[in-house]
């Protein structure tokens, strides 16, 4: 622990006069057991920090499935909130065997991480069970985004396979080139040698755990394509709109929730002192990095408000939701290192790169329910650039150590050089998730393992793969008129003469 007691008995004895050398060895003795008394507290409160920041992102999850149900159609409910559930059980599993050694098993090469598997000689000095627990509701938060984009007619043994993969291997890659002490690109390396001299700064994951899953969920969507419906014959697209604006509200106030364990937990450690005796510690940058995430958000979910009153001429509320959420993604790279005015940039750019996506995507013909790869990918890297322009000096040397003349933000006076790591972030992320998850859903849909059937996705999956509707609600689409006209071609006369309908 930095600044911890200390006590020599050959000091203290020619102070204490007869039976000084006794004396000395006792107030030592006590002085020790005092300091590691200090020591035991701050590992304490360390991870209790941590502990809790991680029962905070794992909240996120009830919030994706909230989001996820409520931009569904009524008929897929039952299905997608499965598929959240699902990415959390399985990405626990794949996480603790392989994830957390390829992210973080140390010593290793730039590469991968090659130790822990299955946490095998754990803890250590470096990392303790809080840490592995957290840095899973990471790994899980990036399957949750993939997920939504590939809603309402995915094969359910897809889900499982693409969470299995993008938590056990795809994910824990990037995140040990970007988060590990070996990782090529991180700027925690101690061997001097980082990226443009700085390593790609990227606190909370607008590029390591956003992007992953943003783009993920493109080549998913791309894959399949577009839901039947979605477009008309013409090209003209057609809103198939979620079933339940109450639970997307609900979504994303469980994700704003979740998100100040996601961005201030990232720290890690809380009882850190900058200059010791002052107010100047990591509990402030901690407060400091709540704050930058609330004025992105709130920024952004405004300006999608009334950016859409002027392209639609409606006020939308699942709309800033989105707009919300995408301001949030957008900043958790940068959260700790700027300033709360730069935040309030931030999140309008945000919500401005928001809906230039939606519109490009509506051209291009992509359908994603949940707009995730233009929130979590276009949003997230949006907010890797934003680093590179506002990330102030001082910030970054208290966070990842002191550095003389460490590039820091182009708008700041600090050069080009944190803009250049940026950019080369966000270019292997895009070549690496694509070349992983790219093929991983051609070969599902090679196999014909990815979309469900036409005849089932009408229909609805939750009646034709899980059993029943989540509610005793039909949506007004052909689908329920199609279910009706069967049950009326069904009808027998009873023996009295009443027509029945079986049920």
Known sequence: MSGSLSCSAADLAVLLGPNATAAADYICGQLSTVNNKFIDVAFAVDNTYLLFSAYL?????????????????????????LTNVLDAAA???????????????????????????GLKDFPSASADYSNFLYQWAFAIAAAGITSGSIAERTQFVAYLIYSSFLTGFVYPVVSHWFWSADGWASPFRTDGDLLFSTGAIDFAGSGVVHMVGGIAGLWGALIEGPRLGRFDNGGRAIALRGHSASLVVLGTFLLWFGWYGFNPGSFNKILVTYESGTINGQWSAVGRTAVTTTLAGCTAALTTLFGKRLLSGH??????????????????????????????????????????CNKLAEKLKYD???????????????????????????????????????????????????????????????????????????????????????????AGMDMTRHGGFAYMYYDDDESHKAIQLRKVEHRSPSPSGVTTTPV
């Not at 009830?62 to 039952?78: E, I």
């Open 57 to 81: 992102v794992f909240s996120m999850q009830l919030g994706f499935a909230m989001l996820c149900a409520g931009s569904v159609r009524a008929k897929n409910t039952m299905n997608i909130m």
């Open 91 to 117: 990405g626990g599993l794949f996480y603790y065997l392989f994830g957390y050694a390829f992210a973080f098993g140390s010593p290793s090469n730039g590469f991968i991480g090659k130790h822990n598997f």
């Open 315 to 356: 006020w939308n509320v699942t709309d800033v939701c989105n707009g919300l959420l995408g301001g949030f993604a957008a900043i958790t790279g940068g959260c700790s290192v700027v300033e709360p005015w730069a935040a309030i940039i931030c999140g309008f750019v945000a919500a401005l790169v928001l809906l230039g």
């Open 368 to 458: 994603d329910p949940l707009e995730a790869a233009q929130l979590h990918g276009g949003c997230g890297a949006w907010g890797l650039i934003f680093t590179a322009l506002f990330a102030r000096e001082k910030y970054l040397n208290q966070i990842y150590g002191e550095k003389p003349g460490r590039p820091h933000g182009l708008f700041m006076g600090g050069g080009g050089k944190l803009l250049g790591a940026q950019l080369i972030q966000i270019l292997v992320i895009t070549g690496w998730v694509s070349a992983t998850m790219g093929t991983l859903f051609f070969i599902l849909k090679k196999m014909k393992l990815l979309r469900i059937s036409a005849e089932d996705e009408m």
